[in-house]
């Protein structure tokens, strides 16, 4: 992977952490909030019950006077909240439990006494129990006419269906954050995905370029060290050097274009295998490459398909030690040479680029053959060549064929 797509994918990680930090504060804020909203209401409605709880006793100390009795039981009648304590002053009766621990402290008490016996309504507040010292909601009121006053009371603790929600809250969030998380991440790939294969692309295009002018520059180097007499062929290696950059800046157009875009149709391929190899006769002292090609249609573009060409016969007499033999059967182009073979368990690797089995290769001439061959919708396989070297056939499909698979590369 190239330093730049490496940079790319650091930024999609980056950018998935940010993300999910990001989404964690909001949903711990919304949670936060979820659950404030939720104590508050549990409060207000506390409340109301001990207000209601609080006139039900006002009303029986008013209407039996220092003689008001009542019990838990009667108490656990006049409201719906667990856990509720009540108290009468002066009456000294006490609900509670346990019993005078569930007050609070006497001074609070001799306060909250004043402010009901001189104002207006009940006193809301919260303080905690002197026994236990976990807080107490009270609802202190003052009876009409009477030094009597009476005290109602609740454990402030949050209820279990709050506790639930809280709990019920943590969960969500966090599966929320992990579901955006992956999703995130997911989707950031599939942003960058098109920029790194662009970088990746751009690479090859280099990798590809380096091979293709390795030699015409040979042999010009060679043409200027033996004087002036070959000039004529240095002028024809700039031709072609000339007409492999055209080629390249073709396809490296061609590979950024949607495949099902490939003007494809029927050529000669027999033919286009005759010109490529033409290529060849000066450069490799015209014995190198042996022909036996039968006339053949195929569905493709004579340029890539010459490419192809040009590169498996280029490999072969660079790696091999024999003459090369392109034959072609049909639908079928065989390339064959006597070198000493790929090995079996190294032959996917060459065909995907960047990787040699030869020094100074650049690991791409295959890997070329094989991006035609996915263009064209046709198999490439590597095999054995007897008694020894390697075979590379490429199965083009019939006229009548579909079009070309897309090109995953």
């Known amino acids: 992977m190239t330093p730049e797509a490496r940079h790319l994918r650091r930024l999609r990680w980056r950018g998935t952490v940010l993300f999910a930090i990001t989404t964690a ?17 549990h409060t207000r409605e506390t409340y109301r019950e001990l207000t209601v709880l609080a006139e039900q006793l006002a009303r029986s100390a008013e209407s039996s006077g220092p003689e008001v009795r009542f019990d838990a039981q009667d108490v656990a009648t006049w409201t719906s909240i667990d856990g509720t304590f009540a108290y009468v002053d002066p009456a000294g009766i006490v609900v509670a439990s346990p019993s005078q621990r569930a007050l609070p402290t006497s001074a609070m ?24 010292g976990r807080p107490v909601d009270w609802v202190v009121l003052a009876v009409p006419y009477s030094d009597t006053v009476v005290f109602a009371g609740a454990s402030a603790t949050a209820p279990p269906d709050h506790r639930r929600l809280d709990l019920l809250l943590v969960l969500t969030v966090a ?75 073709d396809r490296a157009r061609i590979r950024s274009a949607d495949p099902a875009s490939f003007e494809l149709e029927p050529v ?38 010459a490419q192809a060409v040009r590169n498996l016969v280029e490999n072969a007499l660079r790696h091999g030690t024999g003459p090369v033999v392109v034959a072609l059967r049909g639908d079928v182009l065989m390339v064959t040479d006597r070198g000493s073979g790929i090995p079996v368990r190294r032959r996917r690797a060459v065909l995907e680029g960047g990787r040699t089995t030869a020094a100074g290769g650049t690991g791409t001439g295959l890997a070329i053959v094989s991006w035609v061959a996915d263009v064209h919708g046709a198999d490439l396989t590597l095999g054995d060549a007897e008694p020894h070297g390697l075979r590379v056939t490429l199965t083009f499909p019939g006229p009548s064929a579909r079009r070309p698979r897309s090109n995953a590369r």
């Open 109 to 132: 008490m001799t306060d909250l006494m004043k402010r009901a016996r001189h104002g207006d309504g009940a006193v809301r507040t919260r303080a905690p129990a002197v026994g236990s």
């Open 268 to 305: 000669r391929l027999d033919q286009v295998i005759e010109l490529a190899v033409e290529e060849f006769e000066d450069t490799e002292g015209g014995s190198g490459v042996r022909l036996d090609l039968d006339p053949s249609v195929v569905v493709g573009h004579a340029e890539l398909l």
């Open 175 to 249: 599966g929320l954050c992990a579901l955006g998380t992956a999703l995130g991440h997911l989707l950031s790939g599939l942003a960058v995905r098109p920029s790194i294969r662009s970088i990746e692309q751009h690479e090859q295009f280099l990798r590809e370029a380096a091979h293709e002018l390795r030699t015409p520059l040979a042999v010009m180097r060679l043409a200027l060290d033996d004087g002036s007499p070959h000039l004529g062929s240095i002028s024809t290696q700039v031709t072609r050097m000339s007409a492999l950059v055209g080629r390249l800046l």
């Open 25 to 41: 504060m909001c949903l711990v804020v919304l949670a936060v909030m979820a659950s404030v909203i939720d104590s508050r209401s």
